[in-house]
């Protein structure tokens, strides 16, 4: 007899993800991408190569930017 494989956590199926959706600029100097900001997923933009410089651009409190 198998042993029962463990179901897979609801959160890692369908929490929001710490960073998706990367773009860089067509000029190449900045890279943006949705992650959270106070859980509700948002567009965070920084220089290429400076993440630690990131900025929310947007600041949905409902849904979140999905595109």
């Known amino acids: ?3 029962p494989v463990p179901l897979i956590p609801r959160m890692v199926l369908f929490d929001n993800p710490d960073r998706t959706a990367p773009k860089i600029s067509p000029d190449g100097e900045r890279i943006s991408w949705l992650a959270p900001l106070d859980g509700v997923l948002n567009l965070w933009i ?3 190569g400076q993440l630690a410089q990131a900025k929310p651009v947007t600041h949905d409190t409902r849904r979140g930017v999905r595109a």
């Open 46 to 48: 920084a220089p290429t």
């Open 1 to 3: 007899m198998t042993e």
